[in-house]
């Protein structure tokens, strides 16, 4: 698809599928959900999702063991969060370096031990390594009924669009540790939420989703390109930010969209909701004692909408790698960006 | 279980297993499946397994991205072939390196690819991330009918014991690799079999199952533990030898023993039969057009037997960790301890 390819990271994705047929009669495309669905002999669908941190730990952007351990099991349970499963447990691969072993395997523990118990959930097994650097890598299986299955595709023109809560604690983290702001934020400050209740809450309710990993202008132009529509921020950007991110971003004395647009993400889902669904939706959140937070709405088009002006996504996502990941660089492209 | 902890790779995943706490009611205690069970919602068990290929590229044993793709795949593969589970699907996790990036990724695709059309089965989807070094995780998810699901413990005294193969591929590319006979044995040879079919023949004829991906005395050792009996290795260790390995090992000069316990293994499967279930193994493998290898049996007692001796079991495991992964020393130790 034309549309897609425009991002580097989505060609990557496509060549994989172009070398690794992936079955006869796939229950979505590449790119169309955040887990991948397959039908289950007994019935429903099982959920199926990977992420790995290791480059957040080579390039120092975490330095904590429990850093990586919670991002890569929240990571993975955002997925199945996204697609509306509930999880039925984690497998973990860990490549652990030779120095102070136990201590980094019980950090490591501690961090996927909280966000499963926040989940509801287990680690049912994996395997271990000897590895240079760190490196998490973290497998979640959940179970969803066919009728309840979410797909990032989905969302039609008049949906409000929301994001399951404040934005921005991803490029938070980045621009303390690169901008060396560590006494407004710590790695510590840095915890990702698990979203299983909510994307439990949003079965039948929302009309899409996708959760945040690459952070919100990611989404939002993945989403767009999907479903082919336009995408309409009407909040102003300073509103979504969370409060923390808020105070980073005052610091570092950069706009709010640089936050929203950076590519390390917060694990928060957006998710679409139609007019005829948004009293379902009030329930379910009264339900789990949650607020969304509107973001806008989905117009016919394409593209993005924030800030009032068009803003090119795909430059948004290209960027890092156009910059050869030299960040200074980076942070000055995304505020030429900024609308 | 102290008679686990003996050795040291069990006493790591001992570890994690204390800091990770499993969930309510598992169906298996850890060490006793090669792959983790489920229950799912909607009938029968999930079952879920990872392998990695890391230490293989870092330590240059492999040196083809087929090869760490290939046999990350067959791994996985094969803990679902033991398991007796049927395949529903694969995730890829990969890490790769910044050079010759496509002709990697084209390598790694074309193992898994293979693998997968070998077990009727296909990748779903995963993730890809830069890496100093290539790194090739797999994930694989099947599904199995609870009465059909198979163990590694359930070994009972007078049941024999098999091979799903010859042996010994695994130690043949080591010492191919490590003392330089790559004119007798290279890396192209070595390619572990997908053995699906024969784990799903072997449901309710097989006692106990587990795959040999560290080596057949690892394999032995790790069953006569859980299983708390003796097994004797009854035939003479020569005819369990792979040809292909039969000739390295006449090359390198060393004992059929030595390239049954290296701990790069071949990915077969080892399994029990009840005296009472004889028949339906041989009906079994006559369906499916395949030999078992005979191995020996299943004695009361403990520890194993293997060329008319005592073999410490947990010596031989050990052994690469105690040399400080010193092939030359290892390879020595190896000899020393062969009956």
Redesign the interface.
């Known amino acids: 698809m034309r549309v897609m390819d425009d991002v580097h990271e989505n060609r ?2 496509s ?2 599928a172009a ?5 006869p009669r ?1 229950i979505h495309g ?1 790119h169309e959900a955040d887990a ?1 669905l ?1 039908p ?5 669908l ?1 959920a ?5 941190v ?2 957040e730990i ?1 390039t120092g952007l975490y330095r904590s063991p429990y850093t990586a351990g919670r991002t890569a099991a929240v990571a993975a349970l955002s997925d199945l969060a996204a697609a509306g499963a ?1 999880p ?2 984690l ?3 860990v ?1 652990l370096p030779a120095e102070n072993t ?1 201590a980094v ?2 950090g490591v ?2 961090g ?2 909280e966000a ?1 118990a926040e989940a509801g ?12 650097l760190l ?1 998490v ?1 973290c ?1 979640a ?1 959940g ?1 969803v009924p066919a009728e309840a299955a979410r797909l990032r595709v989905g969302l039609r023109p008049g949906d409000r669009i929301y994001a399951s809560g404040p934005l921005g604690l991803g490029s938070a983290l980045a621009a303390a540790r690169w901008l060396e702001l560590g006494d407004v934020f710590s790695e510590a400050d840095y915890r990702p939420p698990v979203r299983v209740a909510v994307g439990r809450a949003l079965r039948r309710v929302a009309s899409a989703a996708m959760d945040t990993s690459d952070g919100l202008v990611a989404t939002l132009d993945q989403l767009a390109r999907l479903n082919r529509v336009r995408l309409h921020v009407t909040r102003p950007l300073a509103e979504l930010l969370h409060e923390d991110a808020a105070r980073v971003r005052e610091r570092a004395g950069l706009s709010a969209f640089t936050f929203l647009a950076g590519h390390h993400g917060e694990f928060e889902l957006v998710f679409g909701v139609a007019a005829s669904h948004e009293d379902d939706l009030d329930v379910a959140a009264a339900q789990i004692g949650w607020e969304p937070l509107e973001l806008g709405r989905v117009e016919e088009g394409e593209g993005l909408v924030l800030g009032g002006r068009r803003v090119d996504g795909a430059r948004v996502r290209n960027l890092l790698g156009d910059v050869n990941g030299d960040v200074a660089a980076y942070v000055r492209g995304l505020e030429a960006l900024a609308p």
């Open positions: 990557l994705l060549r994989w070398a690794l047929p992936r079955g796939p590449i991948e397959v289950l002999p007994s019935g429903g099982l199926l999702t990977v992420d790995s290791a480059e080579a509930e039925l447990g497998l973990l691969s490549g136990a395997q019980g523990a501690r996927v031990a499963c959930t287990h680690v049912l097994g994996g395997d271990t390594g000897a590895s240079p490196t890598t497998m299986a179970h």
